[in-house]
């Protein structure tokens, strides 16, 4: 429900001001949408743009039998308008609940029990990085089932959000996450042997999975690859280093140099 208004004569002030009606937006059954004069509310001129945005949105969850996930500060001229103009859409019986107040909601959150609740959210992050690598398409190439590249996927996304071994990981997917939801493997196939399998055949193709990653990372950021030179020539030691195998060769060499020169 919203409010719409058009310009009228105050009859007290004698001047043009808004005349606001409650109005429902429906769906025929030629599947067009129409509106339709819940209630004429009148003039409200001392109500702000914004309590009036609040008056129409709590009417709305009203009569939706809904409640505001987050919490408004209270206003009192909002909530006495909001409870006067309910009483007279009861009183006008232009709804299709009559008695919305009364019904009982279909989900009873203080009552709410969950049967099988799993953790998604660093999971589908870490998936998406691995679809913006391209890593499906790659194991594809190297000779990789689709039924392996997604125990693949799951692993290393597991992996990732949960670094333990191979048996704590398989009781991790099947009990708590839903890593599974998203790479397409069946949980229920999930073993720590299947898994020990599945790392053997990434290492075998880890040549092919570092040069992809390189060139793929590259071509995410913009990166170019460089080399970089470290001189070392400068090292020195401190203290007689007697018994060292690295600083008396040196030493040598260097003291050697000396007399040639």
Known sequence: MYFKFSLRKHPQSEKLSGYYRLVESYRNADNRICHRTIL???????????????????????????????????????????????????????????????????????????SNAREIGAENIIYQMWEKL????LLRAVGFTPEQAMLAATQVVSRAVYPASELKTARWIQENSAVCELTGYNSDKITKDKLYQSALRLYR?????????????????????????????????????????????????????????
């Not at 909530?79 to 008695?99: F, G, H, M, P, T």
């Not at 391209?134 to 398409?137: E, I, V």
């Not at 007689?240 to 260097?254: C, F, G, N, T, Y």
């Open 40 to 114: 004429n509310v009148g003039f409200m001129e001392d109500l702000t743009a914004d309590q009036l945005n609040k008056i129409q949105k709590q009417l709305t969850e009203r009569y939706g039998c809904q409640q505001s996930v987050f919490l408004e500060q209270d206003d009192p001229t909002v909530n006495k308008y909001v409870e006067e103009l309910w009483q007279r859409i009861l009183a006008s019986k232009n709804l299709d609940l009559l008695q919305a107040e009364n019904l009982s909601r279909m989900v009873n959150i203080d009552t709410l029990r969950h």
């Open 134 to 137: 391209q890593l499906t398409p």
């Open 205 to 261: 193709a880890k040549d092919s999975l570092e040069k992809h990653l390189s060139n793929r990372t590259n071509e995410l950021f913009d990166l170019a690859d460089k080399i970089i030179l470290f001189d070392l020539t400068n090292t020195y030691f401190e203290g007689r280093k007697e018994h060292s195998q690295l600083a008396i060769p040196i030493a040598i060499v260097r003291q050697k140099q000396r007399e040639t020169e």
